[in-house]
Every structure is written in structure tokens, then in C-alpha cells.
């Protein structure tokens, strides 16, 4: 059975152009005019793009005494809707546990996805067995990312001297390190000196992790990931600090991606000033939301390429979940979803403003993350060969953004009351419609494990260079007798 996308224009991260994307077998199998098919979906006045890549999402995740409430299925579920036919979620080991033994119960979450998805591997202690099963990692179990949390002391975070040893053994692997970059140091510090000075609200979670604190963790993980000679990914970038540092270490050669979250970008520190305690408590997430003049810089990174992905970082807790820190801000679970609004918000706030170009909304939201993850082209491309993880974009399609009628399982939204206009018209992941003019047709257990291999170029690269740079004993004929 073949199917037919009919009448659209397609955007990639490079083109614009008329013509039909014919599939069979959930590949993309002719591109061109007056295609025809077993199935036609009328894709008349609407953008065929890359079905959108998260590369960053937690579904089910033990954080904070609890679990985030979408797991695999909703939040696959949300992730279709919304456009996006792709999330990598992160594994996390508890301290002292395999990393191998981690990986089964992710595998055993994760047979519930209704779209495809991968997983980054966390290092949240070390020691031999991390580094001799990162190996069996990238080798045997198709991952070539590895996450580092430099913030949450006493429970995720790692050292420096940790860091540097798993960024070794990533350069050695050719995999890619990963950093949530907050000094966990510091921030512990000032939470404690908040609550004791009586400050206890969900506004101190935003007073404790100030722009400064990331921008210092992000240009320590560079530096640290430079002297290791690997590629460094930050995640969730939220401030002109952490930005200027990827910035300037790009200018400097070092290979650098930065990552904002469309929460960042559209939403600001207000939300934490709310007179309302639920409604800042729902916002509470590290980083926490900046000033404007941080989001124009995240918006001037994405247009001028110094930053290179959209993600949500989705992790979503009930209003009833963050009320377990009523008068201790420190125990609010920190995450905020966005799944299914990350593509309309994208589009609405970047592309319809004209801060993006549509090609640079594909670049972000798809194709960039699909290179970096070394997915491309089977996935963040309209290509001859690729999955057909497709979405059909009507740009007149509009919507006001309601929990009421979302996909994720809890009981707000923080994009609320938001008016969006460019939606799907279609979803299809590997070529089946999951998504139809607002129908949800997702099958649970579709989505499959993609594999990921280790980086061919950008780590040879850096090795190669590393190799010629490195110290080397000069050879000496003339020495001279000692004790002259
Ligand atoms: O607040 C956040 N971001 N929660 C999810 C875990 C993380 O730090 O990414
Ligand atoms: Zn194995
Ligand atoms: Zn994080
Ligand atoms: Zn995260």
C-alpha cells in the first residue's frame, strides 16, 4: 500500500519547492510532480517538512522524590500531535547502578511509544565499571550520547574531575558529551542562604540559579571539554552568558551546540511573580525563565547559527506534584512540559514574526539535531530513502493553546490562553497518519528504538588535531654534563 502526499510545498533545512512525497513501507520512495498513489493526503496550501526531533524530553522520570507524569505513551502521544515524530529521552542510572541494568527498564518504558525514539545515556557517578560499560553503550546498544547534570548536588550532579574523565572516554568512544550547565555548587549555597532568610516561595528557585551561575558552567564544560578533545552539546541554553560562551568557543574552532527550549524563548521571570503559588510552581524549571533581553539573544543565536536546536526538555509534573514544595521552593520537582506546543509555538513566535526563516525552522526543530545525533539523512529529511516521519503543516490552522484539550497527562499548560496559528493538518511516523486535521489516531507500541552510531567526522576531526597538538618529548643530541 502506497500513499501519496499530495499538492504541498516542501521545506527542508535547504529548499523550497511544489512537488508530492510518494511511501511505501514507512520510507519515502519518489519525490516529485503528479505522483499517485494507493492513498492520496491532500496536503493543498500546506508545508511538507521533517517531522520535528525532541531531542530532549523525560517521560516517567524518577526526579525529585516522584516521576513526571507523561510517560512513553502520552508523551508520544503529545510529541505526534504537536508535529514532532522523534524524542530521545535520557537514561538514568542511580548512583552505583549499571549503566547496562538502567538501560533495561528505559527499554521496558519505552516499548509503549507511539513514535520512534532514542535515549541518551546520563553518567551520574563514575568509576571503572561506567567507563568499561560505556563502551558496551555505544557499541552494543546504539547510543553515542552521554549526559552530564552539573547542577543537582547531592543527587544527579557530577565533578569536574568526573567530567573530564567521562569526556575523555567519550573522545575515545566517539560519542558526544552532553551538559546541563548550572553550577550546582553555588546554587546549593544560595538556596540554603534564601530559605534561612525566609524566602521560600517559587520565586526563589529563580533568585538561586541566576543567568551568572550557568554561563560559569557552560564555559567550564567547554574549556573542560576542549582540553578532552571532544564536541560538547549544552542543553537547555536559556541566557546571553551561557550563549556568549558557546558563542566564543565557536568562533575559536572548538565544536560547540547549543540548545534552547521554546519555553525560553517565549516565556519570561514574570511567571515567578505571580501572585498565584500554583501558577509559578508550575513554572518552576532549571534554568528558570530570564528577561527579555535574554530571549532576544537565544532568538539572534538561532538566526545567526551560534545556537542550533529547538527542544522542550518536557517534563511534566501535576499541579499536585509541585505542591509537594509548599514552603520549601527547593522541593517544587522542576520540569515544565511543552511536546505538543514546541512546533506551533516555534512557528508563531519565530517564523510568523520573522525571526526564523521556514527553512531555519526545519533546521531547529529537525534536521540540525539529526546531524548532530547522526540520525541524518533517515531522519530530519525529505529524502529519496528516508522514514517517512513527516508533518504536513497548515500555516491557516489555528488553535488557542488549553490544557483541556491537550494530549500530556497533567492538569495545566504554560503556554495557556496562547493563540497559535500553523498546525498539523497531518502527522505520519514511519508513513502511518498518526495525526489527522486534529484527530488522534496513534497506535501505542508503533514507535521503534533508533540506533545511533558513534560520529565518523566531528571526532576524527578533533582527535586527528588533538594527536598533532599534543605534548611530545624534544629529542635532545648536545646534553650537557650535569653538575657544571
Ligand atoms: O527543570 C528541569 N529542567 N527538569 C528536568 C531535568 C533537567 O534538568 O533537564
Ligand atoms: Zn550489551
Ligand atoms: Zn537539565
Ligand atoms: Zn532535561
Redesign the pocket.
Given at each position: 500500500m502506497t500513499t501519496v502526499i499530495k499538492g504541498g510545498t516542501i521545506v527542508t533545512a535547504d529548499l523550497t519547492y511544489k512537488a508530492d512525497v510518494k511511501i511505501d513501507g514507512g520510507k519515502i520512495i519518489e519525490i516529485g510532480p503528479n505522483l499517485v498513489g494507493d492513498t492520496t493526503l491532500d496536503a493543498t496550501g500546506c508545508y511538507v517538512m521533517p517531522g520535528g526531533i525532541d531531542p530532549?524530553v523525560?517521560l516517567e522520570?524518577p526526579?525529585m522524590g516522584t516521576y513526571?507524569a507523561d510517560d512513553f505513551e502520552s508523551g508520544t502521544r503529545a510529541a505526534l500531535a504537536g508535529g514532532t515524530t522523534m524524542v530521545v529521552d535520557?537514561c538514568l542510572p542511580e548512583p552505583g547502578q549499571s549503566l547496562l541494568d538502567a538501560l533495561k527498564r528505559w527499554d521496558n518504558k519505552a516499548t509503549r511509544a507511539n513514535c520512534d525514539y532514542s535515549f541518551h545515556m546520563s553518567v551520574t557517578w563514575w568509576g571503572e565499571q561506567v567507563f568499561n560499560e560505556m563502551k558496551a553503550v555505544v557499541a552494543h546498544h546504539g547510543i553515542n550520547t552521554f549526559k552530564h547534570?552539573m547542577?543537582?548536588k547531592g543527587a544527579?550532579m557530577v565533578n569536574d574531575d568526573e567530567m573530564f574523565a567521562s569526556f575523555s572516554r567519550c573522545a575515545e568512544l566517539g560519542a558526544l558529551p552532553l551538559v546541563?550547565a548550572e553550577n550546582g555548587d553555588v546554587v546549593a549555597a544560595m538556596q540554603t542562604k534564601l530559605m534561612d532568610e525566609g524566602n521560600n516561595g517559587p520565586e526563589a528557585h529563580a533568585y538561586s540559579r541566576p543567568a551568572s551561575v550557568e554561563g560559569e558552567a557552560t564555559n567550564r564544560a567547554i574549556i573542560i571539554a576542549d582540553m578532552a578533545g571532544v564536541p560538547l552539546y549544552v542543553?537547555?541554553t536559556s541566557c546571553e552568558q551561557a550563549h556568549e560562551a558557546i558563542r566564543r568557543a565557536r568562533q575559536n574552532g572548538m565544536r560547540v551546540y547549543g540548545e534552547p527550549l521554546i519555553q525560553h524563548l517565549t516565556l519570561d521571570e514574570s511567571e515567578y511573580f505571580n501572585k498565584d503559588w500554583d501558577h509559578s510552581a508550575r513554572r518552576?524549571?532549571?534554568?528558570p525563565f530570564r528577561s527579555k533581553q535574554h530571549q532576544d539573544s537565544l532568538w539572534a543565536g538561532l538566526a545567526s547559527g551560534s545556537l542550533q536546536v529547538v527542544a522542550t526538555?518536557h517534563?511534566a509534573f501535576t499541579t499536585d506534584q509541585k505542591r509537594t514544595g509548599l514552603g520549601d521552593f527547593r522541593k517544587i520537582?522542576?520540569?515544565?512540559g511543552g511536546l505538543e506546543d514546541r512546533l506551533p509555538m516555534l512557528w508563531m513566535h519565530g517564523v510568523a514574526t520573522g525571526r526564523i526563516t521556514m527553512n531555519e525552522f526545519v533546521a531547529v526543530t529537525s534536521t540540525n539535531i539529526a546531524k548532530i545525533l547522526n540520525i541524518y539523512p533517515r531522519k530530519g529529511a525529505i529524502l529519496v530513502g528516508a522514514d517517512a516521519d513527516i508533518v504536513v503543516l497548515d500555516p491557516n490552522r489555528s488553535k488557542t493553546i488549553s490544557a483541556k484539550s491537550q494530549q500530556s497527562a497533567i492538569d495545566y499548560n504554560v503556554f495557556e490562553g496562547k493563540e497559535v496559528t500553523g498546525l498539523p493538518r497531518y502527522t505520519l511516523t514511519r508513513g502511518v497518519v498518526a495525526i489527522e486535521d486534529g484527530a488522534i489516531r496513534t497506535q501505542e507500541g508503533h514507535g521503534q528504538f533508533v540506533k545511533r552510531e558513534p560520529y565518523p567526522a566531528v571526532n576524527k576531526a578533533l582527535s586527528t588535531w588533538k594527536e598533532l597538538t599534543s605534548p611530545r618529548k624534544v629529542e635532545r643530541s648536545g646534553i650537557p654534563a650535569s653538575g657544571v
Open positions: 530532549h523525560h522520570m526526579f513526571s535520557f547534570f547542577a543537582y544527579l546541563h542543553v537547555h518552576v524549571m532549571s534554568p526538555d517534563c520537582p522542576n520540569g515544565t
